[in-house]
């Protein structure tokens, strides 16, 4: 039994609401463990590490690795895969059926010229070369003549002037009176004016 005059001493109104508290008005909760004990395995796991670190190196012997099962190199994989599609390819070429084939006419494109287009083609490329090889020097002088004078500004523009004429929309034009300000004398009038000057 535990000595109660060690304990601290718990003021009298706090015992007293300890005691009389109402235990039902609690609200029922779960208890979820903050610090789970690690499993069977973690611990064999840990233990595994621990005796691998502190291993002491120098209790190995030495062995001679053999490579029993070797990668192939990137020219095989290459190789093997060169065959794998010339096999498709054979086997889709034997097995391929002909009756889906479509009636084709063959269309020469390209023909090649014959024997007077070659001689033609040997003519000009003479001619080029004779050209090309003409001594300069045999050459004579000559004069420009202008056979065909250019218009001056003023014949342009009484050329577009034509033009605009030509193509101009007589709808456009508005209905106007035309109004005699200088009239001409009548027969009787000029008549007078003979008489008037005899």
Do not use: Y
């Amino acid at each position: 039994m535990c000595d109660k005059s060690n304990q601290p001493k718990v003021p009298a109104e706090v015992e007293t609401e300890i005691t009389g508290f109402d235990s039902s008005k609690l609200k029922h909760t779960e208890t979820h463990e903050a610090n789970v004990m690690p499993s069977t395995d973690v611990i064999n796991q840990e233990k595994t590490i621990q005796n691998i670190e502190g291993f002491d190196k120098t209790k190995l012997k030495p062995t001679d690795v053999q490579e029993k099962n070797p990668l192939p190199e990137k020219e095989v994989i290459e190789q093997e895969k060169t065959i794998i599609t010339q096999d498709k390819a054979i086997q889709d070429i034997e097995g391929f059926d002909k009756s889906k084939l479509k009636h084709a006419e063959v269309q020469e494109k390209n023909p090649l010229p014959d024997g007077q287009a070659v001689a033609a083609e040997k003519q000009e490329l003479a001619r080029k070369e004779s050209i090309e090889k003409f001594p300069r020097d045999k050459l004579k002088p000559a004069k420009t003549e202008e056979r065909v004078v250019l218009p001056d500004k003023q014949v342009i523009t009484q050329e577009k002037t034509i033009q605009g004429i030509e193509v101009f929309d007589k709808g456009q034009l508005k209905p106007t009176t035309t109004e005699v300000k200088n009239p001409l004398p009548d027969k009787t009038t000029i008549e007078q004016e003979k008489a008037c000057c005899k």
